[in-house]
């Protein structure tokens, strides 16, 4: 597995996204955006890390067991300008 972490926008990151986007491109949307349910008070002040935490196990199960994907590429922050 290869993770990219990236807290600032260089150009080589701009490129290598849009040779990305425009050699291969799928959009996959979580489908569970509802509460997590039966969190006490203290884990109720956690939950949206609760979802992030959610959301990624259902984002790599549909790439390496769905579409059985070898290698992804973890791309954090807002993208969505280069494309």
Known sequence: MIII????QTRFLKFLILL???????????????????????????????KISRHYKWALGQVFDTMKYKTVIIMEGRFSQFI
Request: net charge positive.
């Open 20 to 50: 990305i986007v425009t050699m291969y491109y799928i959009f996959l949307q979580q489908p569970d955006l509802s509460p997590i349910p039966d969190l006490t008070k203290k884990e109720k002040k956690l939950e949206g890390y609760f």
């Open 5 to 8: 972490i990236s807290i600032k």
